[in-house]
């Protein structure tokens, strides 16, 4: 089946750095879609990307749907202790039921 | 926040009883999933929904069944629960692309 890897696998920064992270497949996906998930709660949709190239900012935080359809990042600008938690990627291929492929996750800590 | 609960939210059962977890939703979605999150495996589809009383497996289904009677409802069974069953289980939602989670239920096999 379909494969997203996702790195880095975690990170540990200090307050106000900025943060990258990304994901790449080996097949297509028409929709990429970014989450976050704090400890003991579901994942909650931080940025929906539906078009190749697209650019799309949400507060601090921007993710991009690469030229190729096969990758996507996250970029969260000046880092603050209430973004800790796990990232997750998710991509969507046509005709699947609207089913997702996820990733594996960033975990971010942040130092104050 | 989209209208998603689930219940339990924490359960422990002995091997081999049988044990339900249910999904409710208010947003009217057509589609419903069933997920189990474990460390270093990530999210792993279990089943979906895409209409009432239309189901179909995931990549994880074996020990698994679902029932959705009500577009609102959809129902997790493990029929005969084994530890290798203990894990976080969420239930999902979507009207096309964006998936939406619920709260999620942990789930213990002793």
């Known amino acids: 089946g379909q494969q997203l890897n996702q790195s880095p696998q975690s990170m540990f920064i200090q307050e106000g750095e900025d943060v990258s992270m990304n994901c790449t497949s080996s097949s297509i996906f028409n929709t990429w879609l970014w989450y976050k998930q704090d400890p003991g709660e579901g994942p909650v949709l931080l940025i929906a990307l539906y078009k190749a190239g697209e650019l799309t900012s949400n507060g601090r935080l921007t993710a991009q749907f690469g030229i190729t359809r096969k990758d996507s990042f996250l970029n969260i600008s000046a880092s603050i202790p209430s973004d800790v938690g796990i990232y997750f990627c998710a991509g969507r291929s046509g005709g699947s039921n609207y089913k997702l492929t996820f990733g594996k996750g960033t975990l971010l800590t942040v130092n104050p | 926040d989209a209208g998603i609960t689930q219940s339990p939210r924490h359960k422990v059962t002995e091997t081999g009883t049988p044990v339900t977890l249910r999904c409710h939703q208010t947003e009217n979605h057509r589609y419903m999933y069933w997920y189990r999150q474990d460390p270093g495996h990530g999210l792993r589809l279990i089943h979906y929904s895409y209409g009432v009383k239309d189901t179909d497996k995931g990549e994880v289904s074996d020990g698994y069944s679902v029932s959705r009677s009500k577009t609102e409802d959809f129902l997790l069974t493990l029929e005969s629960a084994t530890s290798s069953q203990t894990s976080v289980y969420f239930c999902?939602?979507?009207?096309?692309?964006?998936?939406?989670f619920g709260p999620g239920t942990r789930l213990t096999v002793t």
């Open positions: 999902a939602i979507s009207g096309a692309d964006e998936q939406y």
